[in-house]
C-alpha cells in the first residue's frame, strides 16, 4: 500500500489537496470555510504547516478534543503521587479519568501515594445551589482525617465551580494556613475554559508557580546537596515507565535527576526544580510554561528534546551534552555508543518487517511530531499527521524539523474528516487514541494507540524503542489483517461511514 | 543492560531489572522526601482497623472510589440503542471525549457521540448559537436518521433551554422541521448514570408518542398484542439482549427492544466502519405505544420511564437485573402471563441444566461469604442468584443505590435463612467497601475492573462482574440473563473459586495433597 513508492511528492500533493477539498463538501458553508483553515499539504521549506491552529472546535462535528480538566487534572497534576488530587464538581469528570492514563509510580497507594484513585466532591443539586465551598473545606477535613501521610491536595476545578461563583481559592488558603502551611492548590481548569486540553495544562503551569514555587522557602534547609549535573525532567508522565526509560539515559551519561515533572513525581521534586542547572523538556505543549518562567526567574535555560526512536535520541544526547562540560559530552558519547549494539539488533530485527510500511498519526501534545523520527528509523513513513491541541508553534517544529513535502496536516481533526482521510490515502498504520481505534480497526486498518501505547511501553529512550518497533510490528504484521475480508464476497473498497 | 532484541521486555518485566531497581530506590531516597517507611506500615496497618473504619463511615463530604458515573454517561447509552441516532451533547467537549473512551474502552468498540462544545462565551450568552451550528454540523456530515440531545453539567448549570433551542435551531434550518430530536435534561448532579439512561428513554418515547414537542398530534393508543423490553444502562447489553430475543423468540411473542445497543457495540471487523447498525427503528419507537406492556429489566433504569408508558395505559412491569433460577423464572412468567403463552417446554430444559449445575456445583459454593458492588438492579439480581446458589452475600454496595433501594436489599436477605448476616450500604464507595473488607472480610468480591485495587490491597479475590470492565477481555458479549445467562455467571465465579484452590494449594512438599486433579 505504500504510496511513497508508487506516486510522485508532486502527485501526492495534487491526491492530498483534493481530498481536501472533497472533504469540505460534507460541511455546511460556513462550517466548511472554518475547517479549511485547519487543513493542508505541507509544502518543504515552508516555517509552518499552513494550518490555524488553538481555535474553538465547531459544534457538532465530532472533534477528538477534551478539556482543561483533563489538561489540568489528567494530563499535568494526577500523576503527583503524594498528593491528593481532589475532581471538584459532579462525579463524571473524575470517574472517566480515573487511572486511565497509565501514569506510572511506585508508592503505598491509598497510604503515602494517591495517583490511581478517584477523589471527588460529588456535587449535587443542592451544592449547585448553595456553592461547594463549605463541602470542599470538609473534604480537605476528612482528608486529614483518613489519608494523613498526603503531602498535599490539590483542587481540581470542574465546570459547574467557575459558573456558580465558588472561591476555592479562599478555601485553599484557609485551610493551607489551618494545617500549618500545608500545600494546598486551586486549580481554575473547569472544562469549558479555552479550546482544548491545552488551557489545562498551562492553567496547571500557573497554579505550581503560584501555588508550589511561590510558597518555598527561600531559607529552607535544602534536603540535598546541589551539583553541576543537576537537570529536571520536564513534560514526562511516566505513561507505561516512559520517564525511567529516560531517567536512567539522562543518568547513564553522568547527569542527575532531581525532579520528574510529573510522572512519578512528588511535591518534593517539584519544590526542588529551581535547583536545576538544566530543564530538559519533552512535552514542550504542556510545559513550556514553566520551564519559561524557570528561566525568567531563577535563570535556569531549558532544552528540548525527543527520546523516540535511536537517531532523535542521539541527537537529543548531544543537544543536552553541550549545555555542560566535557564530562558530560563523553558521557552522552558512552550512552549511544553503549546502546548502538541494541538498536542494530532492534532495527536488524524490525526494519525489514516495516521498511516502506506508511502511518498516519493524529495525537496530542508532541507526539504527532516527536514519533516520525523513530517511524523513520524503521524504514516507515509518516505520511500525514495532525495535533489535538497544538498551537502555531508546535506546527512550526514540525514543519521545520520533521514532516516531508507533501504530507497531510489536518488539525483538530474532525471523524468524518479522519475517516475520509484514512479510507483514501489506505496507510498501513493509523497512531491515534482510544476513540479512533476500533473505527480503524473495523475497516481493517492496523492501530496503535499512541496515547497510552496501547498498554504496552515504555517507548521513550533506546529501552522504548525496542517495544516500540516490536509493537509496530506486531500491529502491521498481526494474521488478524488478512482475515478482515470475507472470502466468498467480492472484494470492494472499505466503505466508510453507513450514511453513504 | 536488560532490554534485548530477540526478547524484548516491556513494562511488564524491564523496570525490575537491577538498573532499573537501583535508580528507583536511588529517586526515592535521595529527592522524594519519603515518608519514615514505619510510619508508612504504620498507617498501612492502621487502615485495616475497625477504628480507621469508623472514621471512613463517619465521612460527610468526600467521596473516594464511587462506583457510578454521571447522568449523561446513561443518556448516550440509551440514544445510541436506536436506528441510525448519534447522541449530541450539549454543553463543554471534553464530557464527549470521556463518555466515547469511557465505552470504547469497555465494549472495545467505536462509540459515536457529538458535543456542541460549547466555551467561554457560551457560558456567558448561553449555547443557543452551538446548538443551531452543532444540529447543522452532524446533520450534515454523519447523516444521522435521528439526533438525541441531552446536557452536560455546564449547559444545566446556566439554564439552557433544549426545547426552546432545538425549536429554534429548527426555525433557523439546521435540520428539517419534522426531523426527530428527542432530548432529555440530565444534569450531573442529579443521580447517576443509570438516571441519565432513564431520562433519555423518556424522552425518546415522549417525543414520539405525545406529539414530538408540539410539532405532531399525540399518538392514539391502539392496543395491540406486541411487548416492549427495555434492557437499562447493562455492561452486558450485547449479550443479554441477543439472549432477550431469543427467549421471546422461543416463546412466540411480538416484541419491541426499545433502545438496543447490542449491535452498535458489537459490530464486525470486515472492512468496514459502521457508525450506525441496528438500534430500535424509529417506527417500532413511535409504535411501541400500542404494546400491551412494557417490560424494564432494571426498575432503577427507569424510575421515570415507565410511569409515562404506564400513563398511556401500558401494563408495566419492572425487575431488577434477574439473574439466575428464581428471577428467570418470575421474569418468564410474568411474560408468558402479560403476552398470554405458554412457556415453552425448550425453557423448562434449559432451567433444568441450569438447576443441574447448580445441583453439581454448589457444594464449592454453598456457605462462601461474598461482598458485591455495582448498580443498584444488578446488585439485586446478584445477590438473589448467590443466596440460591446457598452463599452469602455479605456486603452489597451500591453508590447510586438510595434508601428505597436499601430496603428492598435487605428484604431480600431476610427472604432466605442465608441472608441472615448480610448488610447492605447504599450511597457508599469502594473505600467504605475496604473497610468493609478489612473488619469483616468475605471469601470472593463481585465487581467491575476497578475492585482490582480492593483485591490487591485486600486480598479479596475479584469476580470481574458490571460496568466497566477494562482490564478483561469480551465478556460483554455472554448474557447474564435468563437461564444461559445464569450459567454463564456460575461459571465464572466457580472458575475464580477453583482458581484460588489451586493457587492456595500449589506448594510442593507442603500443601500438595489437595492439590486435586478431580473437583
Known amino acids: 500500500m505504500s504510496v511513497s513508492e508508487t506516486e510522485s511528492v508532486a502527485e501526492i500533493k495534487a491526491r492530498n489537496k483534493e481530498l481536501i477539498n472533497e472533504v469540505l463538501q460534507v460541511y455546511p458553508e460556513k462550517t466548511a470555510k472554518r475547517r479549511a483553515k485547519h487543513l493542508n499539504v505541507h509544502e518543504a521549506g515552508k516555517s509552518d504547516c499552513g494550518v490555524k491552529s488553538n481555535l474553538k472546535s465547531i459544534p457538532g462535528v465530532m472533534t477528538i478534543r477534551g478539556c482543561a480538566y483533563a489538561g489540568s487534572k489528567g494530563v499535568v497534576w494526577g500523576p503527583i503521587k503524594d498528593m491528593i488530587h481532589i475532581s471538584h464538581g459532579p462525579v463524571g469528570c473524575g470517574q472517566y479519568s480515573w487511572a486511565a492514563r497509565r501514569n506510572y509510580y511506585i508508592g503505598t497507594t491509598g497510604i503515602d501515594t494517591f495517583v490511581t484513585m478517584q477523589f471527588t466532591s460529588d456535587f449535587q443539586e443542592k451544592d449547585i445551589v448553595f456553592g461547594g465551598d463549605k463541602k470542599l473545606a470538609k473534604i480537605m477535613d476528612e482528608i486529614q482525617v483518613l489519608f494523613p501521610l498526603n503531602n498535599g491536595i490539590s483542587v481540581q476545578s470542574e465546570c459547574p465551580i467557575g459558573l456558580i461563583g465558588d472561591d476555592i481559592e479562599a478555601v485553599s488558603k484557609a485551610k493551607s494556613k489551618e494545617y500549618g502551611g500545608k500545600t494546598i492548590v486551586p486549580v481554575r481548569c473547569e472544562g469549558f475554559r479555552g479550546v482544548s486540553q491545552s488551557l489545562g495544562h498551562h492553567v496547571a503551569n500557573d497554579a505550581i508557580r503560584d501555588w508550589v514555587f511561590d510558597k518555598v522557602d527561600p531559607n529552607a534547609v535544602a534536603k540535598f546537596q546541589d551539583t553541576p549535573y543537576d537537570v529536571a525532567i520536564i513534560g514526562d508522565y511516566n505513561i507505561g515507565g516512559d520517564a525511567w526509560s529516560s531517567r536512567i539515559l539522562l543518568e547513564e551519561m553522568g547527569l542527575r535527576v532531581i525532579a520528574q515533572w510529573s510522572g512519578d513525581g512528588t511535591l518534593a521534586e517539584l519544590e526542588a526544580t529551581p535547583k536545576a542547572k538544566l530543564n530538559v523538556l519533552h512535552c514542550y505543549r504542556s510545559m513550556n510554561y514553566i520551564s519559561r518562567h524557570m528561566e525568567e526567574k531563577y535563570g535556569i535555560p531549558w532544552c528540548e528534546y525527543n527520546f523516540f526512536g535511536p537517531s532523535k535520541i542521539a541527537e537529543s544526547l548531544r543537544r543536552i551534552a553541550s549545555y555542560f562540560d566535557d564530562k558530560i559530552k563523553e558521557g552522552a558519547e558512552r550512552v549511544i555508543a553503549k546502546y548502538q549494539a541494541l538498536m542494530d539488533a532492534v532495527i536488524a530485527k524490525y526494519r525489514p518487517r516495516l521498511e516502506g510500511k506508511t502511518v498516519m498519526l493524529f495525537v496530542g501534545g508532541l507526539r504527532p511530531r516527536h514519533v516520525i523520527g523513530a517511524y523513520e528509523d524503521l524504514g516507515m513513513e509518516v505520511v500525514g499527521t495532525g495535533y489535538e491541541f497544538g498551537h502555531n508553534d508546535d506546527y512550526q517544529r514540525t514543519a521545520q524539523h520533521y514532516v516531508k513535502d507533501g504530507t497531510l496536516i489536518y488539525d483538530d481533526v474532525t471523524g468524518y474528516e479522519f475517516e475520509k482521510f484514512v479510507e483514501r490515502i489506505q496507510p498501513d498504520l493509523v497512531g491515534s487514541g482510544i476513540k479512533e481505534k476500533y473505527v480503524f480497526q473495523k475497516m481493517g486498518v492496523p492501530f496503535r494507540q499512541m496515547h497510552s501505547w496501547d498498554y504496552s511501553g515504555p517507548y521513550h529512550g533506546y529501552d522504548g524503542f525496542a517495544i516500540f518497533a516490536r509493537d509496530m510490528d506486531m500491529a502491521i504484521n498481526a494474521p488478524v489483517w488478512k482475515m478482515a475480508h470475507t472470502p466468498w464476497k467480492t472484494a470492494s473498497k472499505p466503505t466508510l461511514l453507513a450514511a453513504e | ?519
Open chain 2, 1 to 519: 543492560m536488560t532490554q534485548n532484541a530477540e526478547n524484548v521486555l516491556d513494562h511488564l518485566e524491564l523496570f525490575r531489572g537491577p538498573e532499573y531497581q537501583q535508580m528507583l530506590a536511588n529517586k526515592r531516597a535521595l529527592f522524594e522526601d519519603p515518608r519514615d517507611p514505619a510510619e508508612v506500615e504504620r498507617v498501612r496497618e492502621w487502615a485495616k482497623t475497625p477504628e480507621y473504619r469508623e472514621k471512613n463511615f463517619a465521612r460527610e463530604a468526600l467521596t473516594v472510589n464511587p462506583a457510578k458515573a454521571c447522568q449523561p454517561l446513561g443518556a448516550v447509552f440509551a440514544a445510541v440503542g436506536f436506528e441510525g441516532t448519534i447522541p449530541f451533547v450539549h454543553g463543554s467537549q471534553g464530557c464527549v471525549a470521556y463518555y466515547r473512551s469511557h465505552f470504547s474502552r469497555h465494549f472495545k468498540e467505536p462509540s459515536s457521540c457529538v458535543s456542541s462544545s460549547m466555551t467561554e462565551d457560551a457560558a456567558v450568552f448561553g449555547g443557543l448559537n452551538n446548538m443551531i451550528d452543532g444540529l447543522a454540523n452532524t446533520y450534515s456530515m454523519y447523516k444521522p436518521k435521528m439526533i438525541a440531545v441531552s446536557t452536560t453539567c455546564m449547559a444545566e448549570v446556566i439554564g439552557d433551554d433544549l426545547n426552546a433551542f432545538i425549536k429554534t435551531a429548527k426555525e433557523k434550518g439546521s435540520v428539517p422541521a419534522d426531523y426527530d430530536v428527542p432530548f432529555a435534561h440530565t444534569p450531573a448532579f442529579v443521580g447517576s448514570h443509570v438516571t441519565g439512561y432513564d431520562n433519555v428513554m423518556k424522552g425518546i418515547l415522549e417525543h414520539f408518542w405525545d406529539g414530538k414537542a408540539g410539532t405532531a398530534p399525540k399518538l392514539e393508543r391502539q392496543p395491540n398484542g406486541k411487548i416492549n423490553f427495555i434492557g437499562g444502562f447493562d455492561g452486558y447489553t450485547v449479550g443479554n439482549l441477543r439472549e432477550i430475543k431469543r427467549l421471546f423468540g422461543l416463546m412466540g411473542i411480538d416484541y419491541t427492544i426499545l433502545g438496543d445497543n447490542s449491535d452498535v457495540w458489537d459490530t464486525p471487523t470486515d472492512g468496514e466502519f459502521r457508525m450506525y447498525d441496528g438500534g430500535t427503528t424509529l417506527t417500532d419507537a413511535a409504535e411501541a405505544v400500542h404494546a400491551k406492556a412494557t417490560i424494564s429489566m432494571q426498575e432503577y433504569c427507569t424510575e421515570k420511564t415507565l410511569p409515562l408508558i404506564a400513563a398511556h395505559g401500558q401494563e408495566v412491569a419492572a425487575f431488577n437485573h434477574p439473574i439466575g433460577v428464581a428471577g428467570t423464572d418470575k421474569f418468564l412468567m410474568t411474560l408468558a402471563r402479560i403476552a398470554g403463552v405458554e412457556i415453552p417446554e425448550a425453557l423448562a430444559l434449559e432451567r433444568g441444566r441450569l438447576v443441574d449445575a447448580i445441583a453439581d456445583s454448589s457444594a464449592h459454593i454453598h456457605g462462601k461469604k461474598f461482598a458485591i458492588y455495582g448498580d443498584p438492579d444488578l446488585c439485586l439480581g446478584l445477590a438473589a442468584f448467590l443466596l440460591e446458589l446457598g452463599a452469602e452475600p455479605t456486603h452489597v454496595l451500591a453508590t447510586n443505590g438510595n434508601k428505597a433501594w436499601a430496603e428492598k436489599v435487605q428484604a431480600l436477605f431476610d427472604s432466605s435463612p442465608f441472608g441472615k448476616n448480610c448488610h447492605v450500604y447504599p450511597g457508599k464507595d469502594l473505600w467504605h467497601m475496604r473497610s468493609l473488607l478489612f473488619t469483616e472480610p468475605v471469601d470472593f468480591l463481585i465487581g467491575n475492573t476497578y475492585g482490582k485495587y480492593l483485591e490487591r490491597d485486600t486480598g479479596t479475590p475479584l469476580i470481574r462482574i458490571g460496568f466497566p470492565i477494562f482490564d478483561r477481555h469480551h465478556h460483554h458479549r455472554y448474557p447474564v440473563w435468563g437461564y444461559q445467562g445464569g450459567l454463564n455467571v456460575l461459571v465464572w465465579i466457580l472458575d475464580k473459586i477453583f482458581d484460588e484452590i489451586d493457587k492456595s494449594t500449589n506448594v510442593p512438599s507442603k500443601t500438595d495433597y489437595s492439590f486435586d486433579i478431580i473437583r
